[in-house]
């Protein structure tokens, strides 16, 4: 483990210094870390000619001491030469395309000069003498560490199409052991780099797999790493013809739920903006950027006027009786809203939440893009707070997948996350009312897209320090650890998505201990927490993680990833197959097993086997802060 030192963060700030490697490849390779005796690189290869597979030897112009690779297997070809290869996701990339999943951190003696890479031969091809001389090169000084997104100086308010973002941080996968005999000075048993029991980092880039596949919209062509997906649901409109293509689609149907996915992009959101080193040690943290813009350029577009947002498109009954693939749906496929006459303070303050969380995420990434965020916020916070119902009365289709239990913790919630993100005390003050006026001090049961009454009582007691809000956090993180969990160890809250529900409160706890005024036990919350995750990960002899770990689960009820390739169909008669998806569904946290532990891998069973955007939301907020934590050395 390198120093913790090395990595101090103070006052929840972690400036990032983007570098390049001073090196005739810069046109390929960028820097976006480093430190003494090591740095992080991302790759981007364009792709001239279409391939099945690809092999990259990287030579340095020094030797190493080991090399921590993600999106792809490493092996060693001499002391100065490491040969980088496809994994099974990733080897198909068209003419065209940009591979730009790959990259890793290199290891080298900490006196001794940095090692320059001095050739990358993709396929036998020298990329860094063939890439054409327009390629812009990093920047070298003190630029933020996302510095290469142009910012979006053409949106409107309200039905402009955002673009996304353009720059992609790298994705990882498993890191399988080095064939060298050097390595880094560390005592690892992840395959992470790391002295943890699961490598988190292959966990978070597999959830990050996982939103990519509930992508709905117009996918780019340099950005989609899921290739049994394509382009789907592109005439998604309102009632007057406003777009609504783009977002996510809610679980292993295809309807588009916004109550739900806003939730589950504020918590995305909120780890980003706390566990930025989570994220960034993994080479992870412009995936993480990228999956909560692609939803809230969604929730832009469906913010059509100022008091009107749509909250779901999609008809139940009619996705519900398909089964198939989202690029061959044929339903029609109406689309739902609020308004002043009927409205939805708990959908609209969620909504604020995310857009005011996902603000802060870009504000040193893209100024213009986190001021839009930002606005949207304030407009659908006023429209939240001034014409108050529930959403599920208002569109009473979505009560059947998504009822309400009431909107006044939104209204708090939504409060104050636009307190953190402005300052302004007003919003504070709302938050305070809200807090009292709906009886938010009570010790919830959950954390949840329904109740947000830990998040509330988190965010208020670390933005005031007041001691009403501190007691209630630590209230309620005290009962979790001391309620009676299963045998093998599970925090059960409910059948539906248990893991979720464990995952969610290990977060609210792992969150309680970055303020240490609560005067609370960071090593019993932390314990805690990670069991939770850890269950997940493979505690109780198997996986709950698709694609990860040992025995994971390979029939998820998930429509789009138990299709075979295309032309071959896909119906009803492939939702009855025993047989295991035939594509992998990377990263999907299942809903799990029930109060005995209890768990069988059955598409049929929606309860234990579906997965949803909202179930990983909590999973990989909490993966990032267990990889942030031991990063910096302070628990493994």
């Known amino acids: 483990m390198l120093p913790a030192s090395v990595f101090s963060i103070t006052s929840h700030v972690l400036l990032f210094i983007h570098l390049t490697s001073g090196g005739p490849c810069d046109n390929i390779v960028s820097v976006t870390s480093s430190w003494p005796g090591g740095y992080t690189t991302a790759l981007k290869v364009p792709i001239k000619t279409s391939i099945t597979s690809w092999k990259m030897d990287v030579t340095f112009s020094s030797a190493l001491s080991s090399i921590q690779v993600w999106d792809a297997t490493s092996t060693v070809t001499n002391t100065l030469q490491y040969r980088l290869s496809n994994v099974s996701y990733n080897g198909i990339q068209n003419a065209g395309a940009t591979l730009s999943g790959v990259g890793f951190n290199a ?19 020298n990329v ?14 003190t630029k933020p560490l996302i510095t290469t997104t142009k910012p979006l100086t053409t949106l409107k308010p309200l039905t402009t199409t955002v673009k996304p973002l353009t720059t992609v941080k790298p ?3 498993t890191v399988k052991p080095l064939t060298t005999t050097t390595t880094r000075p560390m005592t690892t048993t992840s395959g992470s780099g790391l002295p943890t029991k699961y490598n988190y980092r292959e966990a978070i880039m597999k ?10 919209g117009r996918l780019p062509v340099a950005d989609n790493p899921i290739p049994y997906r394509f382009d789907s ?54 995936n ?25 498109v999609g008809d139940g009954t009619l996705d519900h009786n398909y089964w198939g693939r989202p690029e061959e749906m044929t339903m029609n496929r109406p689309a739902f809203f609020i308004s002043t006459t009927n409205p939805g303070s708990d959908l609209a303050g969620e909504t604020a939440a995310a857009l005011a969380a996902t603000s802060m995420v870009f504000k040193t990434v893209n100024s213009t893009y986190s001021a839009l965020c930002l606005a949207r916020a304030k407009q659908l916070y006023a429209f939240a707070k001034q014409y108050q119902g529930k959403y599920s009365q208002s569109i009473p289709q979505v009560a059947d997948f998504y009822p309400s239990s009431g909107f006044g913790d939104e209204l708090a919630w939504s409060a104050s996350w636009l307190y953190r993100a402005t300052n302004d005390v007003t919003y504070l003050n709302d938050a305070k009312s809200f807090y009292t006026q709906h009886g938010l001090s009570s010790n919830p049961w959950e954390f949840s897209w329904d109740s947000k009454n830990p998040g509330v009582q988190v965010l208020l007691a670390k933005l005031t320090g007041e001691t009403q809000y501190r007691n209630a956090v630590k209230v309620f993180c005290d009962s979790k650890v001391n309620q009676p969990k299963t ?5 059960f809250i409910n059948k539906w998505g248990s893991l979720r529900h464990a995952s969610n409160i290990a977060f609210i706890c792992l969150q309680v201990i970055l303020a240490a005024e609560l ?34 689960p390979v029939k998820p009820h998930h429509a789009s990833s138990s299709c075979p390739n295309r032309p071959a169909p896909c119906d009803w008669s492939t939702y009855g197959s025993t047989a295991p998806n035939p594509q992998i569904l990377y990263g999907a946290l299942v809903g799990g097993p029930d109060n005995n532990d209890v768990y069988v891998d059955d598409r049929d069973n929606y309860v234990t086997n579906e997965v949803a955007c909202d179930y990983n939301a909590g999973f990989q907020a909490s993966l990032a802060a267990l990889q942030s934590l031991a990063f910096q050395g302070l628990f493994n």
Do not use: M
Request: hydrophobic content about 35%.
């Open 519 to 552: 005067n609370i036990s960071a090593l019993t919350y932390r314990q805690f927490s990670q069991k939770q995750i850890h269950y997940a990960l493979g505690d109780t002899g198997r996986s709950f993680v698709v694609g990860f770990g040992v025995n994971p």
């Open 207 to 216: 959830s990050h797999l996982f939103y990519y596949a509930q992508r709905s």
């Open 107 to 125: 290891y080298y003696v900490s006196t001794a000069p940095s090692p320059v890479i001095t050739s990358i031969l993709f396929n036998g091809i």
């Open 288 to 312: 993480g950027q990228n999956l909560v813009k692609w939803a809230t350029d969604y929730f832009i577009k469906a913010h059509v006027a100022a008091n009107k947002l749509y909250g779901q």
């Open 233 to 286: 649901a592109l005439n998604d409109r309102g009632q007057s013809g406003e777009d609504l293509t783009g977002g996510y689609y809610d679980a292993g149907d295809h309807l588009k739920l916004g109550f739900p996915l806003a939730s589950a992009i504020t918590i995305i959101a909120w780890s980003i903006i706390d566990f930025p080193l989570g994220y960034s040690s993994a080479g992870q943290l412009t």
């Open 171 to 173: 994705l990882s996968t």
């Open 128 to 141: 860094c003498a063939n890439v054409t001389a327009t390629t812009t090169k990093p920047q070298t000084t």
């Open 487 to 491: 045998p093998k160890g599970l925090l």
